[in-house]
């Protein structure tokens, strides 16, 4: 299998990609706007970007286009770093200096506007130095915003690059924003950006409506293949927001992207969404180790160097690991042992055993299942040392929440082997595919 290699963020782009026209004129799909090319709905064709072109992202179309759509408005941003143009300026900045358009408020998710925040921690209300703009936040006691954050907005306007898996809480931010907004009489415009896992790839269950949290807040799969804006039509759409409340929503498209893209293709700059996705391929692992992570089991590399690509702990035999999951010749996917020790987090300052993963093809690996292979060799390793059996009640809530799901470990736990659990993991993803492709913007 050929390994994985790293490329310069701002690589040249020879793929055939959609090209977008920056016109001003919307066109109505679904129920929702889409900035659109002048002529007619033009971004899947198949027209190639110059070289060392970028995709780029709705925010730069935006512009383009003379803010039209934001032109004589009160503005509430939700954003954070990632929200960037292809030369790093922030898209606060970008509004606060565009011309009748009035940044009258800015709303923070997890971590913060600026970043300044750790993860997991609440967010204050604050003012924003650098603009002087009130900051509202998202992601303490209040995760959805209020009519009083609201009464000098006339509309939402959503710019964050997600990662692709439905935990990762920006999404569910972005869902009760939409709530708010539909409620408040206000609109909502998403700014869109890539799915950094691209947009064909569907993995898991849907959550079931006990299991509903901030971290599984919709019915979608563990990796739902749609980008932020794509996800905002599906959700609107479908009636899936509270109450089946509907938002006056518009997306601004990228141009240049299509579905089968890794965000190294794109050419874009990669600002690191949380403290430990510091690059596009630490996205690819996230949703392949993540769940694992809620058991504090084994080490997923959190507090080492490389987040969510390994496993381990001072008692697993590195090789023995490594050699028993080669030999399940999972698609697309190998293994090789690492010994390391984390500078913080679980085990800190403990010498490690474990794997480190490769994912070879993207396109063909199981990537939420890796973690269940890996659970899988090491009970057989270890029957004492089972993934479950010294896990915490509150452990095992988040981790079936993340699973949206009792029925992901209660199956798996049966006999501890991927053949139990995946049936039910995959029953959903052909319907949801075929219910959300409705909803696409790229080819």
Known sequence: MQKIKMTTLF????????AISCGNNTTEINGDNVTTASDNRNFTSKNRLTENEAVRPGIEVLRQSGFEALKGKRVGL??????IDNKLKSTIDILAEAPEVKLT???????????NYVAGA???????????????????????????????????VYDIQDIGTRSYTFISTMGLAMEAAAENGKEFIVLDRPNPLGGNKVEGNLVEPASRSFVSQYPIPYIYGLTPGELARFLNNEGLLKNGVKVKLEVIPMEGWHRSMTFAETGMPWVLPSPHIPDPSTSILYPATGIMGELDYVSIGVGYTLPFKLTGAPWIDAQTLSDRLTALNIPGVEFRPIHYKPFYALYKGE???????YVTDEAKAPLSLIQFYIMQELAAMYPDRKAFGKATQ???????????????RELFTKNYKVSDLAPFWDKDTDSFKSRSEIYYLYK
């Open 11 to 18: 690589s040249a782009i020879l793929l055939s990609l959609a």
């Open 78 to 83: 939700i954003t954070n770093p990632t929200g």
């Open 105 to 115: 408020a800015l709303f923070a998710p997890e971590h913060g506007v600026r970043g």
């Open 122 to 156: 609440s967010v204050a209300n604050e003012t924003d130095e650098k603009t002087g703009v009130q900051v509202f936040s998202l992601h303490g006691k209040t995760r959805k915003p209020t009519a009083e954050m609201l009464k000098n907005v006339d509309v939402l």
């Open 351 to 357: 010498n490690l055993n474990g794997v480190e993963i």
């Open 394 to 408: 509150s452990r095992l809530n988040m981790f079936d929440k993340v699973c949206g799901s009792p029925k992901v």
